[in-house]
Every structure is written in C-alpha cells, then in structure tokens.
C-alpha cells in the first residue's frame, strides 16, 4: 500500500484525524486515519502477588472501567521513562522493576499508535500529581479476584486483558 495524499481535518493535542488517498493493488481508496504517538502501558504487580488496576471514566466505553495504567509519551521521552511517569501520576507508585512484554498495534486497521506493554515489579510509593482531567480509584487484586472479573467479564480493555492473560501464562495460573 502506498499513501498518495493526505489531508488533516482536526488535531487536538498530539492527535490527528486524517484522510489518506492510497493505493493498492493499482486502485485508489480513501481511508480514516488517526495519527497518535506511542504510548505506554504497565501491568503493576506488588511483592504479594497482586496485580494493581486502575478505575477510572473512559468516554469509549462511557462509564468507568477497570484498566492498566497507561498514556501517551512526551515528545522525545524513552518508554521506560514514560511508563514510570504514568505509573506515578495514575498510581502514587513507581517501579525498581520493569520487562518490556511487547510492543503491538491496538487498532492498526486506521491508527498508527504503538504501545510498549511492561511489566512493573518492585512497587515503591513515589506519587506525583495526577493529571487534572483524571479522577483514578487504584486497587490491588488477588490472582483468584481477576481470575473471576476475567470470568463474568468485568474486564473488557484490550491491553488489560492481553498484559493479564500473558501475566498468568508466564506464571503458569491459567
């Protein structure tokens, strides 16, 4: 596939919504695009065992969900710096501790987003100020509580659920 054009309708922070001319297989085709920096996501798991999830309003899913902490990057700032900024501001926690799981697409079908997925261990109180438009519940869940959200579906975003499900395979809970 090759971009031929392309055309900005709206940008609101560091995110645009774009239409691209491409072609493909000697045809030409419009396609929606969101252009959206990389982010970063940690799945945060306490010396117990427990996994950290945050609560809080997501306007997708127009109520509250359950989620990993996570967030876009700052223009030139390195992942694992970026994921322990957002473990901070959304958690009060930061990491001594960190794997990078995968780096993967969430919605590569029209958006350019990456997300680094980390496993943060060695939990350490070390707050900074949480964003203003957040109001984020924090909370530590046994393996057996998330095993049963995982069960009657109280989980539903993607990279809670992909961070969870490869967390309990590595450690051989499923």
């Not at 491409?22 to 798991?45: I, M, T």
């Not at 322990?84 to 990078?100: I, Y």
């Amino acid at each position: 596939m090759k971009i031929i054009a392309s055309q900005t309708f709206y940008t609101i922070d560091s995110i645009s919504l774009k239409r691209l001319r491409v072609e493909y297989n000697g045809k030409e085709y419009d396609r929606a695009f969101v252009d959206y920096p990389q982010a970063v996501a940690a799945l945060p798991v306490n010396a117990a065992g427990e996994l950290l999830l945050i609560r809080q309003e997501r306007v997708g899913a127009g109520r509250e969900i359950w989620e990993i902490p996570a967030g876009k990057l700052d223009a030139g700032e390195e992942p694992s710096a970026g994921v322990v900024r957002e473990l901070r501001e959304e958690t009060g926690f930061s990491a001594s501790r960190l794997m990078l799981i995968h780096t993967y697409y969430p919605a590569p079908g029209f958006c350019n987003e990456q997300i680094d997925l980390f496993l943060a261990q060695g939990l350490v109180a070390d707050p900074l100020p949480a964003d203003e438009d957040e109001q984020i519940k924090v909370h530590f869940f046994s393996l057996e509580a998330i095993r049963r959200m995982l069960g009657n579906g109280e989980l539903e975003d993607a990279k809670t659920l992909l961070s969870i499900y490869w967390y309990l395979a590595r450690e051989k809970k499923i």
